[in-house]
């Protein structure tokens, strides 16, 4: 494998540049979910976990630094093909973000795009409720979807578009997240 792909599969480099560029706890910790998500759905999927897991962790790894739509995560990919980041690599990054209006054409793209306003809801869903993640079922994060003043910075109509995107219902696609991140509850400061 050439060193650009070796690099798109390289979790501790992942981790160190997430790490070098995020500060946040909380912004670590959703691009962490996201890594958790994807993993799992590449696993499902028979598809490279470490490559789609590399992926999410770094998807947003430019948002502290480039805040703005007009910065994130445009700005971040120029850095990521200095560093030897694949093309597909950085394209998947981009296509995350609906401003940039990138068609998402592989299954990473689209599950990428499906997981990250999700992971981030469940999360807000998760600190609600007293036992976290344990139990937490599809409907009652349908329920808090339908009530628009909870988390309304996220996206109602990019997580059905998440959904649709990868062919799933999205009972389905919520519980299958759920599950996903559940062990990793501590981790991601979700302990009951
Ligand atoms: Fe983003
Ligand atoms: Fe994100």
Redesign the pocket.
């Known amino acids: 494998m050439s060193d650009a792909e070796d690099l798109a599969r390289d979790r501790d480099r992942a981790q160190a540049l997430l790490e070098e560029w995020v500060a946040s706890d909380a912004l670590r910790r959703h691009c962490r979910s996201v890594e958790i998500a994807l993993r799992a759905y590449a696993a499902e999927l028979g598809e490279d976990a470490d490559a789609w897991g590399c992926v999410g962790l770094l998807?947003?790894f430019d948002?502290e630094r480039h805040p703005s739509l007009e910065r994130?995560?445009q700005d971040g990919e120029p850095v990521l093909a200095a560093l030897g980041y694949p093309e597909w690599f950085r394209r998947a990054i981009l296509s995350?973000?609906e401003h940039v209006h990138l068609p998402r054409e592989t299954a990473l793209e689209r599950h990428l795009f499906a997981c990250?306003e999700l992971a981030g809801f469940i999360h807000a869903c998760a600190l609600m409720r007293p036992d976290r993640l344990e139990g937490m079922e599809p409907r009652s994060v349908r329920k808090k979807l339908k009530d628009k003043r909870f988390a309304a910075n996220v996206s109602r109509e990019d997580i059905t578009a998440g959904a649709e995107g990868i062919g799933r219902d999205l009972d389905d696609h919520i519980a299958f997240v759920i599950a996903a991140l559940a062990p990793h509850a501590a981790e991601l400061g979700l302990t009951a």
Do not use: V
């Open positions: 998807h947003d948002w994130h995560p995350h973000a990250d």
